[in-house]
């Protein structure tokens, strides 16, 4: 599955998001219970309103979201690249997602200890990146020295790494991070593989008081133009109004969140927005028993598709039978859009759409 980390400094609200995240109602309502792989690590479901609606059509038994992985990565700090604080550990777990959601201090709290004695999240995100870019630069030159014996052989795998790894070299030398480098299609899996912690995607999450948690504040909107200038995603939460909307059935929730202001869960917005972040997008399969999403990524074709549910349906497929999630919805079910000619018939170079529905043939 696609994992996202929680990074920021100590005292920012990540473990108030992330306990609010995994324990929320929603997640449970849905038949998803928060799952404990590890302390710090939690399944959610991604909040989907197509998925309802779906399944309230076909009268299917159960819904079954598709789900994303958050990891709350602790421990970093100014001189975590040096293996201050948890150091080293906390680099390795950063390593292993597919992007990162940095959550910034954007609310003013005497009582709450601020490590660099000041709110300031442009300052706080420039903390937290430089260390990143610090282990950044130091495990290409390690890998770099490594890759001396089998550039002397001719290895043709040890020169597009070299090539790579001296294209993120010159921009983290440049002070910039390893995603500012832009990689062509065909370098993109081999980039991918060195792992380094700045070519991930960040969501900047702005936390915010519980009053201003509707509109932001001047913090906030810094941290929105420094997201749009980075390419980077944003979204505004209050952690501390997350956690409280945690522990409400889903009608009290509502209500809760209308009395905000707000129309729906911060969460569900940082889910989404880290969904989007990733390249990611959902598919549906519809029937009596169960409708279910599942993720893929963006570009996707249907046998690779087919691949999520089951190897086999990859191996042996034969066709997919697809029905847009609106032609779905304006046929008020699959027989319906099939009586309005909305039922396609695509083969193994049909690329997948968000929100399609599925039927796929296979031999067994
Ligand atoms: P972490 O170290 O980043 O995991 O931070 P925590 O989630 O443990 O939060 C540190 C402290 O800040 C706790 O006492 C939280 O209750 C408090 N806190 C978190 N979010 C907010 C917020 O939005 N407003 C205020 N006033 N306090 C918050």
Redesign the pocket.
Known sequence: GFRMGIV????????????ALTRTAAAQAANFPFCTIEPNVGEVAVPDPRLDRLAGIAGSKQIIPTRITFV?I?GLVKGASKGEGLGNQFLANIREVDAIAH?L?C???G??THVEGRVDPIADAEVIETELMIADMESIERRLTGLTRKLKGGDKEAVAQERLLKLALAALEDGKPARSVEITDEDRKAWNMLQLLTSKPVLYVC????DEAATGNDWSARVAEMAASQGAGHVVI????E?EISQLDADEAQMFLSEMGLDEAGLDRLIRAGYDLLGLQTYFTVGPKEARAWTIRKGTLAPQAAGEIHGDFEKGFIRAETIAYDDYIAGNGEVGAREAGKLRVEGKTYEVKDGDVLHFLFNA
Do not use: Q
């Open positions: 920021g400094l100590p005292n920012v609200g990540k473990s108030t998001l992330f306990n709350d602790a959550v201090r609310f003013e709290d009582d709450v936390n915010v008081a519980e209050s952690a501390r109004i956690e």
